[in-house]
């Protein structure tokens, strides 16, 4: 059940020029948070920006009670959220999100990410290592420069590859061509992704035709993070195209199962 | 001090509902606060048969509101009646349901299966920018609303709200539509149509290009036209339009409404609506007012 809270921020680190990560302490969104659940953060206790701004979850801390994420600044509202200090009251809606990964029943899983859509990739793997599942990480980037968490995803897999689009760093090309390489030696139970969304559309056909079963985390503009406005429509992939239906990213996902939505 | 206020019959024990499609039927928000706090509750805009809504992107924010173009999303009449009503009816709280249609007969059947539910009135929607058929095409004349609202009028013995779109020359001739046709109280405004176009894209950002724009934004836009109907019809008002706290529902009641609803300001922080409740009662304590509908339509003009 989501709750609202002002939580501290008690450590920001700027990762790069636009990127930041910020912890906060809030023990029961800590708590109740579960890999791929998102938080709504309102910036300013004014209506400008108006509306609240959903950030996926980077890591959690249950003991000592912190909520990590990982944002870009992209706009006003972001980038307010980047001038806040450590020791401000950040307002905070969450944990938020029905659709989350799930990786019990799986053994050996890969896990692809690209760009910013590698944060809310790092609580999963994190957990799922400490379940003892295997997991080899495959994560894309533009060039050397956006490569992000490259030590800290690297402790919670078994083998990570990095990716960039020009080979400034690690592998050239994009992360998926290298789950393609490995898909039939690795024989993974699951496939778990988040990123721009022409790599979610190739994971997906991908998992699709190979038959294995694939986690996405979705994004699309959002309202109340809560279910009631119905604004971050996604198209399931059953309905027909005269009488399409829709489901929530905000209530359904942000993790939905990739051959039952059309994206 | 006495919050009460009855709106054309509808008892509530204060002035603070919340505006339809902006709380779902209440599930949402239940899991932070009790129900029973708000005066009233109007559903999401419920129709005959379900309805799917629109393509994404549905929504997008603008300077102090929001474009939204859902396009009424929602389960349908039959499935509300069977799963969202017994969950409402818990709660000590008014349950008005926002009723839309595309044609005439539409909005007829849908309001005689209405009048058989344990509600406790009907909102007529004449008004959502977003579909192609109905609604707001009814809603823009005079005759128009005059003509449905009569023919609804005939089926439902309820308390009826016709709700009023801004989109209009003069809103006043359309609210006297609505009292012509026998309605028993008027709510606006609803949203205003509006566009906002990504410059990288060179595209409209909303799917279906315009949406309604609601939020602060659109506030003084509302409390005028309330003023406006108020002088001019003879029937109560429900008002709405970018209402975040207490001191705007004042504004909107000095202006003539009787009831007030939160609509955009339920999805910036899901506490909006209680926490209006409360800012009236301090404005109350603040100026003595023992009953808060003696301040109804009590603004001195200059």
């Known amino acids: 059940m989501p709750i609202q809270t002002y939580s501290e921020l008690i450590e920001k680190n700027k990762l790069k020029d636009d990127i930041y990560h910020f912890k906060v302490k809030s023990e029961e969104i800590a708590k109740a948070a579960k890999p791929g659940n998102f938080i709504e953060i309102r910036v300013s206790d004014t209506t400008a920006p108006f509306l609240r701004r959903p950030i996926s979850i980077y890591n959690l801390d249950k003991e000592k009670g912190i909520v990590e994420f990982i944002f870009q600044v992209k706009g006003k509202g972001t980038e307010i959220l980047a001038n806040k200090k450590v020791g401000d009251k950040i307002d905070v809606l969450g944990p938020l999100g029905f659709g989350t990964f799930k990786y019990e029943n799986y053994q050996k899983i890969a896990v692809i990410g690209g760009g910013i859509g590698v944060f809310p990739l790092y609580e999963l793997s994190k957990c799922a290592k400490q379940a003892n599942k295997q997991i080899n990480i495959y994560l894309g980037f533009r060039n050397k420069e956006a490569v992000v968490l490259e030590e800290e995803f690297k402790n919670v897999c078994d083998k990570l590859i990095i990716t960039t689009d020009d080979g400034t760093y690690g592998e050239t090309g994009f992360a998926i061509n290298f789950v393609k390489r ?59 195209k005269e009488s399409p239906e829709y489901w929530h990213v905000c209530k359904g996902g942000p993790v939905f199962e990739a051959k039952e939505v059309e994206i | 001090m006495n919050t009460k206020i009855n709106l054309a019959g509808i008892e509530m024990k204060n002035p603070v509902t919340v505006a339809s499609g902006t709380f779902g039927y209440g599930r949402e928000f239940n899991q932070f606060f009790d129900l029973s706090k708000l005066g009233g509750i109007i559903t999401k805009g419920t129709t005959l048969k379900p309805k799917s809504g629109n393509k994404p992107p549905r929504i997008c924010e603008t300077p102090s509101g929001m474009l939204n173009s859902i396009g009424l999303q929602n389960p349908g009449v039959e499935y509300f009646a069977q799963n969202d009503l017994p969950f409402l009816r818990k709660f000590d709280t008014a ?120 939020g602060p934004a659109i506030k003084p836009v509302a409390v005028r036209m309330v003023y406006q109907v108020s002088k001019a019809a003879n029937i109560p008002i429900l008002g709405m339009g970018g209402i975040v706290d207490g001191k705007d529902a004042i504004e909107f009641m000095l202006a003539g409404a009787t009831a007030i609803s939160i609509g955009a300001g339920n999805f910036i922080d899901p506490y909006t609506s209680v926490n209006t409740v409360k800012g009236i009662e301090e404005y109350m304590k603040k100026y003595n007012i023992e009953n808060l509908e003696d301040i109804i339509g009590t603004v001195k003009m200059n």
């Open chain 2, 95 to 214: 349950v008005i349901v926002n009723a839309c249609g595309s044609t005439v007969e539409e909005y007829v059947e849908l309001c005689k299966i209405l009048n058989t539910l344990d509600i406790d009135g009907v909102e007529l929607n004449l008004s959502c920018p977003n579909v192609k058929a109905g609604c707001m095409a009814f809603g823009n004349s005079y005759e128009g609303v005059r003509e449905i609202t009569s023919q609804v009028r005939k089926v439902l013995d309820k308390p009826l709200i016709v709700k009023l779109t801004p989109n209009v020359t003069d809103i006043a001739s359309i609210a006297k539509g609505a009292e012509d046709g026998g309605a028993d109280a008027v709510s606006l405004i609803n949203t205003l149509l509006g566009m906002s176009i990504d410059i990288d894209k060179r595209k409209p950002v909303l799917a279906n290009n315009t949406g309604g724009l609601s």
């Open chain 1, 182 to 240: 490995d898909i039939e030696k690795e024989e993974y139970d699951c496939i778990y992704a988040c990123g721009p969304l022409p790599m979610l559309k190739a994971v997906r056909e991908l998992a699709i035709e190979k038959n294995i079963p694939c986690q996405i985390s979705l994004e699309e503009r959002m309202g109340c993070g809560i279910g009631a406005c119905l604004g971050c429509a996604v198209k399931t992939a059953k309905s027909p």
